[in-house]
């Protein structure tokens, strides 16, 4: 089980940092990312990151400004996110999955299985 927090309304220009725990399993085993989901809008990969090197993804418009990571002694996976945008605004989902992902599937929905709830994230025009 994944069980997501930290999201809530921030001014443009300030940060957050978004938690993602994880009970039942290690994560340190797993494949990781974050997306988020704006209203009308279809669910995207943020960031990623693959335990087997290290490699990380971001979607061009937070590459930059976001950083993902994992603590393996609080078995979670942080989204670190300065310089927050309006456009930024939406539910934000952390995601794992125990397959090896290649590059090009490591932002990609249908490459994970378990998911957390999601936390809102709102930086208000």
């Known amino acids: 089980q994944l069980q997501a927090s930290g999201g809530g309304l921030v001014q443009p220009g300030n940060s957050l940092r978004l938690s993602c725990a994880a009970s039942g399993f290690t994560l340190n085993d797993y494949d990781i990312a974050w997306f988020r989901q704006a209203p009308g809008k279809e669910r995207e990969g943020v960031a990623c990151?693959?335990?087997?090197?290290?490699?990380?993804s971001y979607l061009d418009s937070v590459e930059g400004r976001f950083t993902i990571s994992r603590d393996n002694a609080r078995n979670t996976v942080n989204l670190q996110m300065n310089s927050l945008k309006p456009e930024d605004t939406a539910i934000y989902y952390c995601?794992?999955?125990?397959?090896?992902?290649?590059?090009?599937?490591?932002?990609?929905?249908?490459?994970?299985?378990?998911w957390g709830q999601g936390t809102l994230v709102t930086s208000p025009a």
């Open positions: 990151r693959r335990r087997s090197d290290g490699h990380t």
């Open positions: 995601a794992a999955t125990r397959r090896r992902l290649i590059s090009g599937l490591c932002r990609r929905v249908e490459s994970y299985d378990a």
